[in-house]
T-cell receptor, first 114, second 114 residues
Framework: DAGVTQSPTHLIKTRGQQVTLRCSPK?????VSWYQQALGQGPQFIFQ???????QRGNFPDRFSGHQFPNYSSELNVNALLLGDSALYLC?????????????FGPGTRLTVL | AQTVTQSQPEMSVQEAETVTLSCTYD???????LFWYKQPPSRQMILVIR??????QNATENRFSVNFQKAAKSFSLKISDSQLGDAAMYFC???????????FGKGMKLTVNP
């Protein structure tokens, strides 16, 4: 049973560029959430996708956008990168209608903005 | 605003001993879920234990148990018979019922000494 997978593992970009991160949810899960974890901090909720729609959004600017595909996989896009966007980006999946309703995390993508 | 506080940034424990990690949270709601996640150097956030606020019985998962004090808004994690593999960052998290957003504390680094 494959868990949550994310790609790429690491990414280096320069200020002003755009980046796309990818996530495949755990088998049987249809909901994907994205979190940003700055160094030495706990993860911060960016947004969640279900049925290809953004269901809930955290306190992040419009430069952060996402998409969910019919196979439930998801992308996180960040435009006009800032140095402060350097962080570990975590994807989590959950079975929205599931009994436990717990989010299971992927290994993350480490984004460095120079 | 919902907040989660982990007041101890670091702790250490001897192998085979017991350690307790503290967490307090702030909410005016009555229906919510509490979680402890573990993040080893591999970066993947792993669910350790989950507690529903409406349940009076404290959750237990093998060597891990919680002390949930709803009135005091306290949710501590006890690790018994500590093992070297328990060394990691531990994050306490909170989620309102009906919300998709996990709110994390800043984390606590646990070192296990042989």
């Amino acid at each position: 049973d494959a868990g949550v997978t994310q790609s790429p593992t690491h990414l280096i970009k320069t200020r002003g560029q755009q980046v796309t991160l990818r996530c495949s949810p755990k088998s049987g899960h249809d909901t994907v959430s994205w979190y940003q974890q700055a160094l030495g901090q706990g993860p911060q909720f960016i947004f969640q996708y279900y049925e290809e729609e953004e269901r809930q959004r955290g306190n992040f600017p419009d430069r952060f956008s996402g998409h969910q595909f019919p196979n439930y996989s998801s992308e996180l896009n960040v435009n006009a990168l800032l140095l402060g966007d350097s962080a570990l980006y975590l994807c989590a999946s959950s079975p929205l209608a599931g009994v436990t309703d717990t989010q299971y995390f992927g290994p993350g993508t480490r984004l460095t903005v120079l | 605003a919902q907040t989660v506080t982990q007041s101890q940034p670091e702790m250490s424990v001897q192998e085979a001993e017991t350690v307790t990690l503290s967490c307090t949270y702030d909410t005016s709601e009555s229906d919510y879920y509490l979680f402890w996640y573990k993040q080893p150097p591999s970066r993947q956030m792993i669910l350790v234990i989950r507690q529903e606020a409406y349940k009076q019985q404290n959750a237990t998962e093998n060597r891990f148990s919680v002390n949930f004090q709803k009135a005091a808004k306290s949710f501590s994690l006890k690790i018994s018979d500590s093992q070297l593999g328990d060394a990691a960052m531990y994050f306490c998290a909170y989620r309102l019922s009906g919300s998709e957003k996990l709110v994390f504390g800043k984390g606590m680094k646990l070192t296990v000494n042989p």
